[in-house]
């Protein structure tokens, strides 16, 4: 490995140091709400927290103060203290860290979440999510919603679909009533339609910024992205994460326009599967060092929201429930092997990817499912290096060091061996 020159870490945009400012925000609106005595929400990922803020709601997520306890390594002591209450070692480090953080009362900068007026989840992404808030929601004594959403397969039919459709919106119908009902909030349409605008522009605001790392090199890394993908769940419809991104996107631009790329030399574009290790980004560095640039990631893109093209700006102003059950149904996580194969083979061809690290991750069922068939077609059908990383997003305890520096180094080397041919 000792001949592969290897260069400095990428730099990160200024404008993301923005982010810092953002995520502040989101923590003073939460104590401020608690302070007014204003109604505040959990919410998981994938469910439509627009609702939320058009009815005046604050919305708290714990996977989000999940990944600051990991950052901050805090999160292996949630864990293990909830594991000592009795959950599983084998159960999603975001609901272990979650419970411990809950149980040790920790402040919301070390990844604590106060006690919301009420709870909302989806089986959108995963049924953890509905467990989680279930059990929370008992033990902290406080109202639950769950939307559950069907999964389209290959052989779904249009009126399977249609079916489906209906019957996510009559939940999110139900939905606003259930806040009503709790908050005596009731929903404004006027706002729910900024709301809903400005929800969409932040996420085609992303995509923008994505399809600018489609230039060789790179403008932006890992280094924007991993961090600059919070807004998008903890923010989506107000106007200051349109602000950060729009500098974001500006900086990028000016890059290309001038030949930089966020890394010295980019000798390799690299594809990201999965939740990244929070608690050990320095890996995600590692690859740097070697001129590995990870351009494309499919979880951040993911929650960039409005990909289905029949979703329209019109539709989402106009009919925003009819929206949201468009997009549940379509999320990004919830493909079947084949979509998700010809996907990953479209997005290696258009960010003109060299290569897949694709994250086996042990808390994580409904993302790693599936992936060592992902893998195989890639590698045999197109012949796509792809390299598996088993670890943890949040546990430190699964992830092993020595082995992962090995398999990165490895995975290199046949990158370049393949360039050289
Ligand atoms: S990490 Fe996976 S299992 Fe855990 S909450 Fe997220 S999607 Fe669900």
């Not at 349109?242 to 690299?270: D, F, S």
């Not at 494309?296 to 929206?323: C, D, G, H, R």
Request: charge should be negative.
């Amino acid at each position: 490995m000792s001949k592969i020159e290897k260069q400095g870490k990428g730099k990160a945009l200024e404008a993301t140091q923005g982010l810092k400012n953002i995520m502040g925000r989101h923590i003073l609106a939460i104590e401020q709400a608690f302070r007014d005595g204003n109604p505040t929400a959990w919410a998981t990922s994938g469910t439509p927290v627009e609702l939320l803020y058009a009815m005046d709601v604050q919305p708290m997520l714990p996977e989000n103060s999940a990944t600051m306890s990991a950052a901050q390594k805090l999160s292996k002591g949630f864990i293990e203290l909830a594991e000592e209450e009795g959950f599983s070692y084998d159960l999603c480090s975001y609901f272990k860290t979650n419970v411990g953080a809950v149980l040790s009362d920790a402040d919301m900068i070390e990844g604590g979440t106060r006690k919301p007026t009420f709870m909302l989840s989806s089986d959108v992404i995963c049924d953890t999510h509905v467990d989680w808030f279930q059990t929370q929601a008992e033990r902290m004594n406080v109202p639950h919603y769950t939307i559950d959403v069907p999964h389209i397969v290959s052989n779904t039919n249009q009126k399977q679909y249609n079916y489906y459709k209906k019957y996510v919106q009559e939940q999110l119908w139900e939905f606003l009533e259930f806040v009503e009902d709790i908050t005596s909030h009731e929903i404004d349409m006027e706002k729910s339609k900024k709301v809903a605008k400005n929800s969409y522009v932040l996420g085609k605001l992303w995509q923008d910024i994505f399809e600018l790392r489609k230039h060789e090199p790179s403008p932006l890394s890992t280094r924007d992205t991993f961090g600059g993908l919070f807004p998008l769940f903890t923010m989506p419809g107000l106007k200051a994460p349109i602000r950060l991104y729009k500098r974001m996107y500006r900086e990028a631009q000016e890059r290309i326009e001038n030949g930089i790329g966020a890394l010295e030399n980019e000798k390799y574009r690299l594809m990201f599967e999965g939740i990244p290790f929070w608690h050990a980004l320095k890996y995600f560095s590692t690859l740097e060092t070697y001129g590995a640039n990870i351009v494309y990631e499919t979880y951040t893109y993911a929650f960039s929201k409005y990909m289905n093209p029949k979703v329209t700006k019109e539709m989402v102003l106009n009919k925003p429930i009819e929206a949201m059950s468009e997009l549940m149904l379509s999320f990004w996580y919830i493909y079947d092997l084949d979509t998700r194969i010809k996907k990953f083979k479209e997005t290696v061809d258009e960010w003109k990817i060299d290569g897949v690290v694709l994250h086996n991750n042990l808390s994580c069922r409904p993302n790693s499912c599936g992936m060592y068939d992902l893998k195989r077609h890639l590698q045999e059908d197109y012949d796509i290096p792809c390299l598996i990383i088993t670890a943890d997003m949040n546990d430190p305890r699964k992830f092993n060091e020595v082995q992962i520096t090995n398999q990165i180094e490895s995975f290199i080397e046949i990158l370049e061996r393949k360039k050289a041919h």
